[in-house]
């Protein structure tokens, strides 16, 4: 089983700064990896694949980067309506989950 | 437009099963995974495991075989997922989520149902 890290838990950003959130494999899934957006009662939301490309209709300050075991997720100028919990998830075996990071307002 | 709709929300006693539906539309039925996906209070989503709907394959996540079946009704597009010897730690919240790209199976996803709630409690 493939281990899904994030860092920070909980991240406090300033309307309009940037946020850079973290994700570590247990073990190398290659760029297999996704990065999802869910708010409270909606599911989740689905930002970045490939570990960079961005999926349809998603913002273009919303950003990927990564490979192997270490990936990021970088939110530029951050809007009102980006504050929500991210998940990083990996497809290289079955999917797994990350636990989450909470972005909230500084 | 691409619709997941999932049954209503669902309160059941330990020991029990439930079975929730998931029906799709906007899209060919057959020709993408589905996956179910379940998040319990507070917690990251947990994968449970995906169905061919076309074909009826399926593939379970390890700590839930033997509990879980998936199976799909072609006739009325719609995919289900019943979990039996239900115990509190199943409380969450159940989603279907269809798989990216028709006849692969990418393991991500872009359209997912409402969520269907499922309260085990005694």
């Known amino acids: 089983e493939i281990l899904m890290t994030q860092s920070p838990a909980i991240l406090s950003v300033s309307p309009g700064e940037r946020a850079t959130l973290s994700c570590r494999a247990s073990?190398?899934?290659?760029?297999?990896l996704a990065w999802y957006q869910q708010k409270p009662g909606q599911a989740p939301r689905l930002l970045i694949y490939?570990?960079?490309t961005r999926a349809t209709g998603i913002p273009a300050r919303f950003s990927g980067r990564g490979s192997g075991t270490e990936f990021t997720l970088t939110i530029t100028s951050l809007q009102s309506e980006d504050f929500a919990v991210y998940y990083c998830?990996?497809?290289?075996?079955?999917?797994?989950f990350g636990q989450g990071t909470k972005v909230e307002i500084k | 437009q691409v619709q997941l709709v999932q049954s209503g929300a669902e309160v059941k006693k330990p020991g029990a099963s439930v079975k929730v539906s998931c029906k799709a539309s906007?899209?060919?039925?057959?020709?993408?995974?589905i996956h179910w996906v379940r998040q319990a209070p507070g917690q990251g989503p947990e994968w449970m495991g995906v169905?061919?709907?076309?074909?009826?394959?399926?593939y379970y996540a390890p700590e839930l075989q033997g509990r879980v079946t998936m199976t799909s009704d072609t006739s009325t597009s719609t995919v289900y997922m019943e979990l039996t010897s239900l115990r509190h730690g199943d409380t969450a919240v159940y989603y279907c989520?269809?798989?990216?790209?028709?006849?692969?199976?990418?393991?991500?996803?872009?359209?997912w149902g409402q969520g269907t709630l499922v309260t085990v409690s005694s």
């Open positions: 989520a269809r798989d990216e790209f028709p006849g692969e199976l990418r393991r991500y996803c872009q359209y």
């Open positions: 998830q990996q497809y290289d075996s079955w999917p797994q």
């Open positions: 073990q190398s899934i290659s760029n297999d």
């Open positions: 906007g899209y060919t039925f057959n020709t993408f995974y």
């Open positions: 169905i061919n709907p076309g074909g009826g394959s399926t």
């Open positions: 490939d570990a960079s």
